[in-house]
């Protein structure tokens, strides 16, 4: 088979650059106003309000068997009540961060000019711009984005990864090995506290497709009238975001609130997606996230996206399918399901809903 007949075919309608408006603003236009963001659900920012756990990957990995086990017991509960933890002491080198996080800030800040070589095409969701935009009329975000598609290598698109700056492009590389690197070994510390069967995470995720979002959030006078991500859980199977600056932005849904989430130095946010709560059988749920704007900073981060390969196929894990715990999701291929994703817009769990098996439904608790 011919590698190009496997590439997946996704797109989003081409917009224009939130970081050039917002430069020369005299007024937010109407389609990024966005009050039903800001009216429907009470977001506290009191000192009091629960923090995400905190994984230490040393003690996970640890010889000494009661502190690994301690911390994987931590893992399973993050897993399973929060859907999103921080991890410190990753092993990924400082100094690759540091070099992934200035890059990614130039190349956000090249010119109009330059950045235009890189924009999305017609048909196509990768380059610069924005995701899930179905329709003309449709909601926009107060951010931009360059999303790619790093592994494996013969999904990259030729007019993008081979033409970034070179210094970039070879920090890239390095950074989406160890990204890769990471997302397989915490996920099989998943799969060892889940008990599943062994090798099943590395059997449907060793060859897998591996994508970045770089996200750049401009300033907005009127922050509390935009929103800068609308909504949404991650559709993909784990989920591993550095925050590049100090400006706060991402919070969770928890308990009916949304719940700031302050980054801690030197660590990754990390949190389960669709996939993983459909591999899971529901036991680890993907939760609902947003990003707000700051009036007077710009906002950076990395998402890199983790999933199966392209041609496996997703279900509840069999080893998690019991008499007492029956399938609650379809079985589908990979390739439909990025297909159906990317043909809608992005709101909340709507995406992984469509994937229950109907008669779950009445028994399934909500996400809050």
Known sequence: MEVESVKPKWNSLLVPSVQELAKNI????????????????????????????????????????????????????????????QLVNHGVGPWLVEKMKKETQEFFNLAMSEKNKFWQRD???????????????????????????????????????????????????????????????????????????????????????QSMRMNYYPPCPLPHKVIGLTPHSD????????????????????????????PLPNAFILNIGDILEIITNGTYRSVEHRATVNSEKERLSIATFYNPRYDAEIGPSPSLVTEHTPPKFKRIGVDEYFKGLFSRELQGKSYLDAMRIQQCNENEEKTE
């Open 235 to 262: 559709a993909v199977g784990l989920t591993m975001l550095l925050q590049l600056n100090e400006v706060e932005g991402l919070q969770i849904r928890k308990d009916g609130m949304w719940v700031p989430v302050r």
């Open 26 to 85: 005299t007024e937010i236009p109407d389609r990024y106003v966005r009050p039903d963001q800001h009216n429907k659900v009470v977001v506290s920012e009191s000192d009091d309000l629960p923090e995400i756990p905190v994984i230490d990957m040393q003690r996970l990995f640890a010889e000494e068997l009661a502190s690994s086990k301690e911390e994987l017991a931590k893992l399973h509960h993050a897993c399973k009540q929060w859907g999103f933890f």
């Open 123 to 209: 048909g196509d969701v990768e380059g610069f711009g924005q995701a899930f935009v179905v329709s003309d009329d449709q909601k926009l975000d107060w951010a931009d984005l360059f999303f790619i598609t790093t592994l494996p290598i013969h999904l990259r698109k030729p007019h993008l990864f081979p033409h970034l700056p070179l210094h970039f492009r070879e920090t890239l590389e390095l950074y989406s090995v160890e990204m890769k690197n990471l997302a397989m070994a915490i996920m099989e510390q998943m799969e060892k506290a889940l008990e599943m069967e062994s090798m099943e995470i590395r059997e449907l995720f060793e060859e897998g497709m």
